[in-house]
């Protein structure tokens, strides 16, 4: 998730168990100026995530459910909008 100020990486809650809860893995702050462009590059290695911006903004995020099998990534989108330029999903297999 990124904000005006800053950046936050959450663990969705476990759609399969009533039990389980959303939780944020990690936050960082920076600055995010509303119409300015950013690059932003992710990447998701065993139970690691981590997320750096050109601006300078990093986070890294541990978590054993990180590991778990992917059927796919969302990115979600509030306001009004946004911009993708240049968007690509590269594996490493």
């Known amino acids: 998730m990124v904000s005006e ?3 936050q990486v959450n663990l969705d809650k476990d759609k399969k168990n009533p ?3 959303a939780m ?3 936050k960082a702050e ?3 100026e509303e119409g300015k462009t950013y690059t932003m590059t992710t990447e998701n ?3 690691t995530v981590k997320v750096e911006f050109d601006n300078g903004v990093k986070l890294e995020a541990k978590n054993e459910k990180l590991t778990k099998p992917k059927t796919g990534y969302r990115l979600i989108i509030r306001g009004e909008g946004v911009l ?3 968007f690509s999903i590269l594996s490493s297999k």
Do not use: E, I, M, Q
């Open 45 to 47: 290695v065993g139970d």
């Open 19 to 21: 039990a389980s809860k």
């Open 24 to 26: 944020v893995l990690g």
């Open 30 to 32: 920076g600055k995010f």
């Open 84 to 86: 993708f330029d240049d």
């Open 5 to 7: 100020t800053g950046v």
